[in-house]
């Protein structure tokens, strides 16, 4: 399995966005618009392949009559955000940095994250609009038009126990413990809980409980939870009720 | 040795096939060996159960399988001599099949090592354990999709209660290939194609070695070496930095990126979670035992518990025995024999019976009993690992910052399994030290038992002095031990905790019965020849000169009655035979409580067991090894003989 095949959907799927923006689609009209826009070897039969994926993914639905594509709630919300991210690194490289457009922003919309994209938007004052004057997609930051950016990276130990935070990246003191590491399944992306930090800091990650000490502890990042950015990868957390019998009653 | 045993295995040589069961540490593997070929080998819920290959033939279909246990590893760069081990083993045995146990519960580290495991390109089979306890989490996982994106047969399995076992032998059969790969990108294909051409045509696994050079893995020089040469190598290494050389960035990092990559898609294609997180008990006390507050506390509870059951339940039932059993036929016995010197050989102070049969049935089989079950129960717990989250700090204060610790929680259960675990340990100080304390004043289960047995008769109190005692020693010895051995490499601590589990009725009782059955195999024999050896010892008036000779040490030094050299004799060949005759002494009022506890701290100190000692011989060598148990038993007798002064220098205020 190639990884070109992630960003190929993510391209589709950009694709799709911008057809909706003008209008409903069909599977001709995208397979036509997309063709120039990827790299050579994504020609011809390929494009359907990628269809199917997104369908089997229910990222599309086809409708069999009218062939017509759309994209499903799933796939615009996953549409929104690699639009977001690409409309708004424009900004960020076209304002702040001075540099041509599209020069790098089509990698970054595939590698930044939720919060990061947040954080630029914030930083930028909530742009409406990419340097192309397209509409950019609004974030959960806007509607709250966070003033300052205060979601980031800290360290575990910083942590309030009890809480859940997703890790952005860890500092391999050696290389041996990046393989020790991996074998736990200690890694970006991944979520993790902190369950307690004296005299050793145990985690829960991917369903395993984990101790270590506090120096690697130190080495870990991870995002903070912030008030605005919403995270689809970290699980609902049930607000734990203390004492249930007492909620009870007052009803 | 199985359902067949090696003689007549070569019947069906022709018809056999090699099967490797493989999978992260305390994932089942095996409960699995032991279902499939009907043999019993020690489970528990706790990493680093199974330290050395074990192998045991079964036959299915008319084919000869022959079955490798192996111990647990993360993935195949080899991070200890333990993981090396079972690397080296798939690449030399060249196995027709590998069992890969999948722990359910932790999907994506397994599946993590799966990949790497499937890249080989041996035929493989699944099977997916534990799925008892991840249905009852709410996560589904969805096998059929498993089995045909990996193309390979996966079976649902609940190793402890021998569920799929039936289904998985049939499923070894029809192994196959897998059909996962990853692709690495144009780079590292690159480079790996490079490194692959370098290899000489023969050589085995050409791929997974080149990405393992490719990742800079330190044990694979000496193999290379060996199999082609210095020069051969010495070219390849340069071939390898001009490549390495290329990359900007970690290899291990992308490497790595790309299979968490497809270990993720591939789980958010087969998991289907339920977001309600149920509190369950275990997961509590998991919590408060790891905990300081609460943690500490339990702790004393369940040495209390055990104290108060191994005493009292344990001598009770000792004591029925002998009223009910031993004494009626021994006293029909007595009458039975007539010649005088035949009586004492069979009944007297160091009589056969009475000291060999009775010593091992009546005194230490009830004590060892009643504590292996609980001993059993906390094990299956998984209650025994998260001690190291209370411990850490003490360790690091004595120079254990690392791997280390774990093996030395488990020299709690057996002194000579931890020592073989410290191999996991890849500073070599720490690794020293690790041993050192095992050997010296830690108590392993069956000795904290005897030692509760013991003590009981004189107090509680006996037994706090004991321990503590036992414990300042400990400390204090890792504590010059770190100073003497200056070494400033700093080892991260990173231990996978099992989850806690409601241990298993039947699974505990068939341990019980397990270790108790080892037990009678493995020393009544050595407590009868003993006591033939203190008898004939005795006889030929060795013992008198002994007593007399030893009597400064023992009776000035140590303040222990002249009857003790008995025990120093049988501590040399068996612990419990020698405790078995402490407590023969105790019962019949010849030992204080003073000298009681000088008499167990004594014994639990002096000579490691002879298995203790082949497992150093074999981890650290002959030499080092026997320097170390010189120290201890050395230090034992100053230890006892101080701890004597100072409880008599108590008595007198």
């Given at each position: 399995m190639n990884n070109n095949n992630c960003t190929e959907v993510d391209e589709y799927l950009e694709s799709l966005w911008y057809i909706n923006e003008k209008g409903q689609g069909a599977v001709s009209d995208i397979c036509e618009h997309t063709v120039g826009g990827l790299s050579e070897d994504t020609h011809g039969g390929l494009s359907e392949e990628v269809i199917e994926k997104l369908v089997s993914d229910n990222l599309v639905e086809i409708?069999?009559?009218?062939k017509i594509i759309g994209l499903t709630p799933k796939g615009l919300e996953r549409a929104r955000h690699i639009v977001r991210a690409h409309r708004l690194a424009e900004r960020l490289l076209y304002d702040v940095m001075g540099k041509n457009i599209e020069d790098g922003a089509c990698e970054f919309e595939h590698i930044v994250t939720m919060e990061l994209v947040d954080s630029i938007c914030t930083l930028l004052g909530h742009p409406k609009e990419c340097p192309h004057g397209l509409p950019i997609p609004s974030g959960k930051c806007c509607e709250l038009s966070a003033k300052s950016v205060n979601s980031s990276v800290i360290h575990l130990d910083e942590l309030d126990i009890g809480k859940y935070a997703r890790i952005a990246y860890v500092n391999c003191p050696n290389d041996q413990l990046i393989h020790r590491l991996n074998g736990l399944s200690i890694r970006p992306g991944v979520t993790v809980k902190l369950h307690q930090s004296y005299p050793t800091f145990v985690i829960e990650c991917e369903g395993m409980h984990i101790a270590l000490d506090n120096e690697l502890a130190e080495n870990i990042c991870v995002w903070r939870e912030s008030e605005f950015a919403y995270d689809p990868k970290t699980p609902e957390i049930a607000v734990k009720r203390r004492f249930p019998f007492l909620r009870k009653r007052r009803k | 040795m199985g359902l067949l045993d090696e003689k007549t295995a070569p019947r069906l040589k022709d018809k056999e096939r090699k099967v490797l069961i493989l999978g992260l540490?305390?994932?089942g593997k095996t409960q699995i060996y032991n279902n499939l070929t009907g043999t019993y080998n020690l489970v528990a819920n706790y990493h680093h159960t199974t330290i050395d290959v074990n192998r045991a033939y079964y036959e299915h279909g008319g084919v000869l399988y022959e079955l490798y246990d192996m111990p647990g590893l993360y993935c195949l760069f080899a991070n200890s001599e333990e993981e090396l081990l079972v690397r080296n083993l798939i690449f030399s045995e060249e196995p027709d099949v590998l069992l890969f146990c999948l722990d359910a519960n932790l999907l994506k580290q397994s599946l993590m090592l799966g990949i790497e495991l499937m890249e080989l390109g041996i035929p493989m089979v699944i099977a997916l354990n534990a799925i008892d306890e991840t249905s009852k989490k709410g996560i589904w996982i969805d096998t059929a999709m498993l089995s045909s994106t990996l193309g390979v047969p996966v079976v649902e399995s609940i190793a402890i209660r021998g569920i799929g076992t039936r289904k998985l032998k049939s499923s070894i059969e029809r192994a196959k290939a897998p059909k996962a790969s990853i692709y690495y990108g144009d780079m590292i294909e690159a480079g790996l194609a490079n490194v692959i051409h370098d290899l000489p045509e023969d050589f085995p696994f050409k791929r997974k070695t080149a990405m393992l050079l490719l990742l800079n893995d330190r044990f694979l020089e000496k193999d290379l070496i060996e199999a082609f040469g210095e020069n051969q190598y010495a070219e390849i290494q340069k071939n390898l930095s001009g490549i390495t050389s290329q990359?900007?960035?970690?290899i291990g990092k992308i490497v790595y990126y790309k299979r968490s990559e497809w270990v993720d898609q591939l789980s958010d294609k087969i998991v289907k979670t339920q977001d309600f997180d149920q509190r369950s008990m275990a997961k509590t006390f998991a919590q408060m035992s790891r905990n300081v507050v609460t943690g500490i506390p339990i702790f004393c509870m369940i040495i209390l518990i055990t104290y108060l059951l191994v005493v009292n339940v344990a001598n009770e039932i000792s004591t029925l025995m002998e009223s009910y059993l031993w004494k009626p036929v021994m006293d029909k016995l007595s009458s039975m024999v007539p010649s005088q010197f035949w009586r004492e050989f069979l009944l007297g102070s160091h009589g056969l019976l009475s000291l060999g049969l009775g010593g091992a049935i009546l005194t230490v089989l009830p004590i060892l009993s009643v504590f292996f079950v609980v001993f059993n129960v906390l094990e299956d717990m998984g209650y025994v690992p998260n001690l190291t989250v209370l411990t850490r700090r003490l360790f690091a204060k004595v120079g254990?910052?690392?791997?280390s610790i774990m093996p030395i929680v488990l020299g709690f259960g057996c002194k000579t399994m931890a020592t073989f675990t410290t191999r996991t340990i890849n500073s070599d100080k720490e690794k020293y030290i690790a041993i050192f304390l095992i050997a010296f004043a830690l108590p392993c289960a069956p000795q904290i038992g005897l030692s509760m047995g013991m003590l009981g008769k004189v107090g509680f109190k006996a037994f706090l002095i004991v321990f503590s005692v036992l414990l300042i020693t400990e400390i204090t010895a890792g504590v010059l031990l770190n100073i003497l051995m200056r070494d400033d490499t700093k080892n991260t601590y990173l231990q996978a905790l099992p989850a806690i589990r409601i241990p298993n009725v039947f699974a505990v009782l068939k341990k019980t019965y397990y270790r108790l059955y080892m037990f009678l195999k493995e020393a009544l024999p050595i407590f009868l020849l003993s006591a033939v050896f203190l008898f004939t010892l005795e006889k030929i008036g060795f013992l008198k000169i002994a007593k007399v000779f030893l009597a400064p040490l023992i009776n000035n030094f140590l303040g222990l009655p002249n009857e003790m050299v008995d025990v120093l004799i049988l501590v040399l060949a068996r612990r419990e035979a020698a405790a078995a005759v402490i407590m023969d002494f105790v019962n019949k009022g010849r030992l204080d409580f003073n000298q009681a506890i000088v008499s167990v701290t004594l014994t639990t100190m002096f000579v490691p067991c002879f298995a203790n000692l082949g497992a150093m011989i074999k981890e650290i060598g002959l030499r080092r090894a026997l320097t170390m148990a010189f120290f201890i038993t050395a230090s034992s007798l100053v230890i006892a003989g101080a701890l004597n002064k100072v409880l008599l220098f108590f008595n007198h205020v």
């Amino acid at each position: 399995m190639n990884n070109n095949n992630c960003t190929e959907v993510d391209e589709y799927l950009e694709s799709l966005w911008y057809i909706n923006e003008k209008g409903q689609g069909a599977v001709s009209d995208i397979c036509e618009h997309t063709v120039g826009g990827l790299s050579e070897d994504t020609h011809g039969g390929l494009s359907e392949e990628v269809i199917e994926k997104l369908v089997s993914d229910n990222l599309v639905e086809i409708d069999d009559s009218s062939k017509i594509i759309g994209l499903t709630p799933k796939g615009l919300e996953r549409a929104r955000h690699i639009v977001r991210a690409h409309r708004l690194a424009e900004r960020l490289l076209y304002d702040v940095m001075g540099k041509n457009i599209e020069d790098g922003a089509c990698e970054f919309e595939h590698i930044v994250t939720m919060e990061l994209v947040d954080s630029i938007c914030t930083l930028l004052g909530h742009p409406k609009e990419c340097p192309h004057g397209l509409p950019i997609p609004s974030g959960k930051c806007c509607e709250l038009s966070a003033k300052s950016v205060n979601s980031s990276v800290i360290h575990l130990d910083e942590l309030d126990i009890g809480k859940y935070a997703r890790i952005a990246y860890v500092n391999c003191p050696n290389d041996q413990l990046i393989h020790r590491l991996n074998g736990l399944s200690i890694r970006p992306g991944v979520t993790v809980k902190l369950h307690q930090s004296y005299p050793t800091f145990v985690i829960e990650c991917e369903g395993m409980h984990i101790a270590l000490d506090n120096e690697l502890a130190e080495n870990i990042c991870v995002w903070r939870e912030s008030e605005f950015a919403y995270d689809p990868k970290t699980p609902e957390i049930a607000v734990k009720r203390r004492f249930p019998f007492l909620r009870k009653r007052r009803k | 040795m199985g359902l067949l045993d090696e003689k007549t295995a070569p019947r069906l040589k022709d018809k056999e096939r090699k099967v490797l069961i493989l999978g992260l540490p305390n994932s089942g593997k095996t409960q699995i060996y032991n279902n499939l070929t009907g043999t019993y080998n020690l489970v528990a819920n706790y990493h680093h159960t199974t330290i050395d290959v074990n192998r045991a033939y079964y036959e299915h279909g008319g084919v000869l399988y022959e079955l490798y246990d192996m111990p647990g590893l993360y993935c195949l760069f080899a991070n200890s001599e333990e993981e090396l081990l079972v690397r080296n083993l798939i690449f030399s045995e060249e196995p027709d099949v590998l069992l890969f146990c999948l722990d359910a519960n932790l999907l994506k580290q397994s599946l993590m090592l799966g990949i790497e495991l499937m890249e080989l390109g041996i035929p493989m089979v699944i099977a997916l354990n534990a799925i008892d306890e991840t249905s009852k989490k709410g996560i589904w996982i969805d096998t059929a999709m498993l089995s045909s994106t990996l193309g390979v047969p996966v079976v649902e399995s609940i190793a402890i209660r021998g569920i799929g076992t039936r289904k998985l032998k049939s499923s070894i059969e029809r192994a196959k290939a897998p059909k996962a790969s990853i692709y690495y990108g144009d780079m590292i294909e690159a480079g790996l194609a490079n490194v692959i051409h370098d290899l000489p045509e023969d050589f085995p696994f050409k791929r997974k070695t080149a990405m393992l050079l490719l990742l800079n893995d330190r044990f694979l020089e000496k193999d290379l070496i060996e199999a082609f040469g210095e020069n051969q190598y010495a070219e390849i290494q340069k071939n390898l930095s001009g490549i390495t050389s290329q990359f900007v960035g970690s290899i291990g990092k992308i490497v790595y990126y790309k299979r968490s990559e497809w270990v993720d898609q591939l789980s958010d294609k087969i998991v289907k979670t339920q977001d309600f997180d149920q509190r369950s008990m275990a997961k509590t006390f998991a919590q408060m035992s790891r905990n300081v507050v609460t943690g500490i506390p339990i702790f004393c509870m369940i040495i209390l518990i055990t104290y108060l059951l191994v005493v009292n339940v344990a001598n009770e039932i000792s004591t029925l025995m002998e009223s009910y059993l031993w004494k009626p036929v021994m006293d029909k016995l007595s009458s039975m024999v007539p010649s005088q010197f035949w009586r004492e050989f069979l009944l007297g102070s160091h009589g056969l019976l009475s000291l060999g049969l009775g010593g091992a049935i009546l005194t230490v089989l009830p004590i060892l009993s009643v504590f292996f079950v609980v001993f059993n129960v906390l094990e299956d717990m998984g209650y025994v690992p998260n001690l190291t989250v209370l411990t850490r700090r003490l360790f690091a204060k004595v120079g254990l910052s690392g791997y280390s610790i774990m093996p030395i929680v488990l020299g709690f259960g057996c002194k000579t399994m931890a020592t073989f675990t410290t191999r996991t340990i890849n500073s070599d100080k720490e690794k020293y030290i690790a041993i050192f304390l095992i050997a010296f004043a830690l108590p392993c289960a069956p000795q904290i038992g005897l030692s509760m047995g013991m003590l009981g008769k004189v107090g509680f109190k006996a037994f706090l002095i004991v321990f503590s005692v036992l414990l300042i020693t400990e400390i204090t010895a890792g504590v010059l031990l770190n100073i003497l051995m200056r070494d400033d490499t700093k080892n991260t601590y990173l231990q996978a905790l099992p989850a806690i589990r409601i241990p298993n009725v039947f699974a505990v009782l068939k341990k019980t019965y397990y270790r108790l059955y080892m037990f009678l195999k493995e020393a009544l024999p050595i407590f009868l020849l003993s006591a033939v050896f203190l008898f004939t010892l005795e006889k030929i008036g060795f013992l008198k000169i002994a007593k007399v000779f030893l009597a400064p040490l023992i009776n000035n030094f140590l303040g222990l009655p002249n009857e003790m050299v008995d025990v120093l004799i049988l501590v040399l060949a068996r612990r419990e035979a020698a405790a078995a005759v402490i407590m023969d002494f105790v019962n019949k009022g010849r030992l204080d409580f003073n000298q009681a506890i000088v008499s167990v701290t004594l014994t639990t100190m002096f000579v490691p067991c002879f298995a203790n000692l082949g497992a150093m011989i074999k981890e650290i060598g002959l030499r080092r090894a026997l320097t170390m148990a010189f120290f201890i038993t050395a230090s034992s007798l100053v230890i006892a003989g101080a701890l004597n002064k100072v409880l008599l220098f108590f008595n007198h205020v």
